[in-house]
């Protein structure tokens, strides 16, 4: 097990609002990911990290931004929610691509109304 | 867009069957991986093969990959009630680039 705690795994909110996922892990994996899920989709990377304040673009990133100050969290910003943004949001950790898996959070389910 | 496609998108059979699904990609990869995932879960990690190699097993799974028709099947041999589940090829893109892109999934449902 990874250890990674995604917060708050439900929420619901209104068009327009912010809102912020967070992504804790309690290993100190250099890669963590932020992916979305819907029906039809698959996952889709929006964005990851590969270190402290160190970020990059997925292939979902409009609408969304992403901070991590320390090895640990990995936060996921919607400035403005919208309705396509309803989704359900997981983290991810890992060391690297030579090295290989990912370990998941269990999600966050937002509903922006 | 996705790089990973799956087939089928759902497979049904009875238990003790061997399930097989397939998965086909785009582009040059350093490695494949399967992920399972059950009904509001995050994703497991299941098997990783590497792009120099042509099968890998662990336990029932039996996974192959076959670079020059860029794809890949996984295959469950004597399937059991709680192997039903979601199933995710995903790709790790040649070149360094450290992110997984990953397939629509398949569902697997096991009949009792």
């Known amino acids: 097990d990874a250890g990674i705690t995604q917060s708050p795994r439900h929420k619901v909110t209104e068009t327009g609002t912010p809102v912020t996922l967070r992504c804790h892990q309690t290993?100190?994996?250099?890669?963590m990911y932020w992916y979305r899920q819907d029906p039809g989709h698959g996952l889709r990377l929006i964005h990851y990290?590969?270190?402290?304040?160190?970020?990059d673009k997925g292939e979902v990133s409009d609408g969304y931004s992403v901070s991590r100050s320390k090895t640990e969290d990995f936060l996921l910003t919607l400035e403005s929610a919208t309705s396509s943004q309803t989704s359900v949001y997981f983290c991810?950790?890992?060391?690297?691509?030579?090295?290989?898996?990912?370990?998941f959070g269990e999600g966050s389910r937002l509903t922006v109304l | 867009s996705q790089q990973g496609e799956e087939d089928p998108q759902a497979l049904s059979i009875q238990e003790g069957e061997n399930a097989t699904m397939n998965c086909s990609y785009k582009?040059?990869?350093?490695?494949l991986q399967w992920y399972r995932q059950n009904s509001g879960r995050g994703l497991v990690h299941l098997i990783l093969?590497?792009?120099?190699?042509r099968e890998k097993h662990s336990g029932r799974l039996r996974v192959t990959l076959d670079t020059s028709k860029k794809s890949s099947s996984l295959l469950i041999t004597a399937s059991r009630a709680a192997d039903t589940a979601s199933y995710f090829c995903?790709?790790?893109?040649?070149?360094?680039?450290?992110?997984?892109?990953f397939g629509q999934g398949t569902r697997l449902t096991i009949n009792p």
């Open positions: 991810a950790n890992g060391q690297g691509y030579t090295t290989g898996e990912l370990f």
């Open positions: 290993e100190n994996h250099r890669y």
């Open positions: 990290s590969y270190g402290v304040k160190d970020t």
């Open positions: 582009t040059s990869i350093n490695n």
């Open positions: 093969i590497r792009s120099n190699e």
């Open positions: 995903a790709t790790a893109p040649a070149g360094g680039a450290q992110k997984l892109v």
